[in-house]
Structure formats: structure tokens, C-alpha cells
């Protein structure tokens, strides 16, 4: 294949558009992390989840994709709450691997619920654009991955304000920083858990509604984006809501950029060897405090 | 004299006479199920106990790795080539269409698994070193990095491992029965030497740091060293383990550094129970005969005709369904029973033990 110029810039818009649905995700698990201190590596399912509902509302409600991705966002905020409530609040302050175990666990009992009920053909979420694409001199993008954009900016900006401006996100804040002290502040922390859990599967589910209208999706889709949301909050250090954003695009970049040089099996790994290289280097993560 | 006299010791212990039980019983169960099906399942169970304990062996030193599968398939596809190599060579050198079979052949295979597991365990070191200092879910993450990177790097290099289309490795070792008996010495050296690892001194290390790594460094244990040999071990194992299923379904391609494959030993430890030498074998036993029961002929049927029309989207229900329930059981153990089957079993027997000396009293 030819690389021009062209190429270049139409592969860093792709790269823009995939690393903000990355973003939204890795925003969601960074949120979980940072109030909770709980890796959920599971989250990937909720946006597989959310990614179906957004899929079988708009099919069998006749919605617009966008609207549906909002009623998707709330069912798998409620999935959200009963997860947290029966499964990691149980295991949150135990062993560290037990949190790995029960993600595990939530995997494949996402994976395979999904599996039968919605089957093992992929899908894919036609939106109002679908087939329309914005074609200036050299290339063309498809208009979802630009409004797909804009979802996300308008999501984590309505998401910034939550945290910053509301009481719950002054709470949330203060269950981050130490929830001993938040608890004898009179903050009820089991609840902030809760709603913090809420909100970060919503963000995975918006994720999913995105993600379900530019790509095709099955019930295994969730697995890659856990891992590539967990390596730039690695990168953009665990926590840090400015970092997931960060660490988002520049994956997003990374992966086509990959893509377009190295060929398309080497995609995630060179994310990964990117990730690897920078855990030798800096345990912690590159923003990452230094712990014990 | 301390080696001999400890030799001694243990050949003497009930430990290596519950070992020659175990093996004996092992070897002598095809004798009375000569079900092909049941040699089947039994050889796969304990490729796969030797699978978990290598994982469980490196939980114990406080690391728990999501990308084990890398060194399944390393050890599969190093002692399948390899063993592909010599023997063309033995073949040309021959003159014989076919492996001759004998103590030549067990030997061969037994090095080639070896080397297998050597080569794994080399890049095990490799790994290692860049995973010593990492905690928790960093090591988690990278150990699944690592995972993705051997897929695309089998990929890149088709030429030499024939990783994309897959190939059969050659057989020293006829399937069957021979082949059962290979994987129980196997499994059961395998155990052991994990088992006395951990109870020596250095297990003690290893132990220390899974409970407090800083602690265990604060009282003077090279906690990296340490890390770092428990992940060789581990990793030597499981490309044992690998070599061993690879030359077992004769079959290797890039699919076996899948994450099925890197969180199978996760689930049958935490499932048997993390931490106890019985944990991975009975969490093996469990998982696979549950999985292999599901294949059968009429456990399909019957499922594709009861819950089939539940389902339509779905071809056939039991792959799913099985891993649906696997899920369910993984949960259930996690929260209400951290300590695995192993510790059910235990409070069981413990309980049957206080009800008879209850009926003596009487």
C-alpha cells in the first residue's frame, strides 16, 4: 500500500476516533480504580454488553443508535450496581487476586450469557449515518466516526462536571482520597461504591453503543478493550482522569499507526510491548505514585 | 552425607509411599476402564494438573501471571519442532519410513519434552526479569501482554514455527496407554518436586513474599531472586505441560497462546484451592471431566434437545453453558469459599472423623 500524506492524516482521525471510544472506557475503569481501588477487568464485557442493549433497543424499539445508547447506558448502570453489590463488594479489602478471580469469574458469565442469548453471529449498529461518509480531496471518513467524537467529548464533559461541581462527585473525591476519613466525614462510602460502579459501567456501556456503530461486535469483543483500557490508564497513570484522556488518543494513534506500517497482527502488540516497556521502566506507571 | 542421609529420609517418609500409591493407583486404573474415552480424558486431566500446579506454584510466591498460556505454547511448539527435527534426522540416518519404537524413542521423548520445558523456562527468565517488580494487576497485565506479543510474534516468523495453519508433531511415544503412563510419571515428578520445593527452605522464602513481600524483605530474603526462581520453576513446568498436550491432541497451532489457555490453570487452582499441593489436581479433574462430559454423544443431544430451543441464536448450547456455569462455580468459590474444593473436602472429612468418634462415646 501506498503511505501519502493523505494516509497519514486519515489514519491519525481513525486513530482519534477509536482512542476516544478507548478513552470513554478507560475513563470508566480509572473512575472504578480510583474511588474503589478495584481493577475490574470485566469492565470490557459491560461495554460488549452495552454495545447488544444499544443494539436490540434501536432494532426492536425502532430507536435512533444514539438515543438507544443512552437507555443502554442506564440498564447497564443498574447491571452495574448488582455486580458491585453481589460479587466485588464481598472480595474489596481481601486479597488482590481475589478481585482478579471474581473479574475472571464476571467474564465468562458475560461472555457466554451473551453468547446465548443474542448467538455467535457479529453484529452491527446502523446508525442514522450508516454508509454516509464526509469526502474531502484525498480521502473520506465515515460521519459516525466523527459524531462519535463529539458523543465522547460531550460525555466526559457532563462526566467532569459530575465530578466536579455535585456534591456526590465532592464524595466520590473524598472516598478516593481516603475512605476512612470519608466514612468519618459522614460520607455513607458503601454507597458512593456503588454509584461510583454505576458510572463507570455507564461509560463502558456508552463505549459499547459507539464502538457497536463503527465496528462489528460478538459476545468476545469485550476481552481486547479491558486490556488496551487498562494499558492507558497504566500509561496515563491509574486514577488520573486527564491521563486516561491522554493516554487514550495517543493509543488510539499508536494502534492504526501500527497498523499502517506493521500490519494489522501486529496492532495490539505493539501496543503491549509500548505498555511492557514502560512497566520495566516505571512499575508504577508513568504518572503513577510510587507505592510502599 | 546430609544428601544421602536426606535422600534417605525421604525415600523412607510417607510422602514419597503415598507418591508410589498415587502412581500405582494412576497407572492401573486403564487396566480396569479400558474406555478410550475415559484414557482420553484421564491423560488430558493430568497434562492439565501439571498445567495448574506450575500456576499455583508461582501464586505461592505472591505472583499471579494472566499470560501462562505463553508457556505452554512455547513448550509446545520447541519440543514439537524440535522433536519434528530429530526425528527426520533419526529417519534419514535409518533408513526407515516410521519411528522405530523402544526405549530409544521413550527416551527421545522424554529429553524432547524436556528441552521443551527449558526453552520455556529460559524465556521464562527472560519474562521474569521484567515481571519481578511489578504487583498485583501490573503483573496480571503484563503476563497477558506477553501472551498477545507470542501470538504475533509465532505469526511473524510462520516460516520457522508454522504457527498460522498449525502442524502434527511426530510421536516417539504411541498414543494410549504408553502415552497415559509418560503423562502420570510426568505429572507425578512434576507435583513432587513443586511439593518439596515448597516445603524446603526456599518455599519458605517464596511464602514469606506471597504474605508481605515487604516484610519478607525487611528480614533479609532477596525477594527479586526469589521471585525470579519461582517463576523459572513455574515456567518450566508449564512448558512441560505444554509439550506434553501438544504431542497429546497432535496437533499445535498460534490458537494455544489464546487466553482460554492463560486462564484455565487460574481457574482449576482457585477452583481445586490456591495454595494446596491437591488444589490444581482436584481444580483439573473438576474442569476438565466437566468439560470432556459435555462432549459426549448423548450429553449433546439431550441438551440440544431440552434447552436448544431456549436458545435458538445458539448452534449447539453446551460449549456456552459449560463455560456459563464454569463462571458461576469460579464466583461462588471466590466468595463463599476462598480455599477451593480442597477445603470443602477437608471440612467433609473432618466432620465425617468427629461424627464416628461422637458414635463411640456413646
Redesign the interface.
Known sequence: MDITAGTIVLTLIWGVAIGCIYMLLATGLNIIFGVMKLVNFAHGQFLMIGAYLTWAISVAAGLNAYIAILVSMALVAGLGVVIERFTFRRVLGTEKLNEIFVSLGLIYIFENAALLIWGDQSQQIVSPFSGLSLNLQSFSITYDRIVAVFVVVAVLVGFGLLIGKTKIGLAMRATSQSNGTAKLMGINVEKIYMITFALGSALAAAAGGLYGIIFSFNAQTGAMPTIIAFAIIILGGLGSIRGAIVGGLLYGIAEQMATLFLGGIWSTAVAFALLIIILIIRPNGIFGEKGE | MPVTQQLYMFLRSKGFQLLVVCFAVLALIPIFITDSFFLFVFTLIFIFAIYAASWNFL?NSGQ?S?GHAVFLGIGGFASAIIGGKISIAIIGFLGVIQMPIGALSVLIQVSVLLVGGLISAGIGLLIGL?CV??????L???T???S??A???S??FDSFTNGISGFAPTLFVPGGFPFYILVISFTVTSVAVMYLIMKSRMGLAFRAIHGN??EAKMIGINTAKYKLIAFVISTFFAGIAGGLYVYFIRFVDNSIFS?TNS?LP??MT?IGG?GTVSGPVIGAIFLTSVGQILTTQSVRQYLSTSLGPF?P???Y?GP??T??I???I??AI??FS?KGLESLFRKFYNYLITEEKGDKTK
Open positions: 501464586a499471579g494472566l521484567a517488580r511489578l504487583k498485583a494487576w501490573y496480571a497485565i503484563v497477558f501482554g506477553f498477545v506479543i501470538g504475533s510474534l505469526s511473524q513481600e515487604a487466553p486462564f487460574l481457574i482457585v490456591l436458545f441464536k445458539v448452534g448450547v456456552p453453558l463455560y456459563l464454569i463462571g458461576v469460579l464466583l471466590v466468595i476462598p
